[in-house]
């Protein structure tokens, strides 16, 4: 999981963001699952990714993070 610190939150259903989630998924296929949530206390959105490899976990995660901070910008 990966909070990424927000000024504002952004929309998590843009085309950016569904378009990189889109593509997490496709690479991750029936082998993990993708959450991406805003924080309802704190300025941060949330991108958990589960999967059976921790490498590509980690670059789905830190990719997204990535889509979340830069739709925030």
Not at 11 to 18: G, H, N, R, W
Not at 31 to 37: M, S
Request: hydrophobic share 50%; aromatic share 0%.
């Amino acid at each position: 999981m990966v909070n990424v610190r927000v000024a504002e939150t952004p929309d998590l259903e843009s085309a950016a963001i569904k378009a990189s989630v889109a593509a997490a998924e496709r690479q991750l296929g029936d082998r993990g699952r993708i959450v991406l949530r805003a924080s309802g206390t704190e300025p941060v959105v949330r991108v958990m990714v589960e999967g059976d490899d921790a490498d590509e976990v980690e670059s789905l995660a830190s990719k997204l993070a990535e889509a979340v901070s830069s739709a925030a910008a």
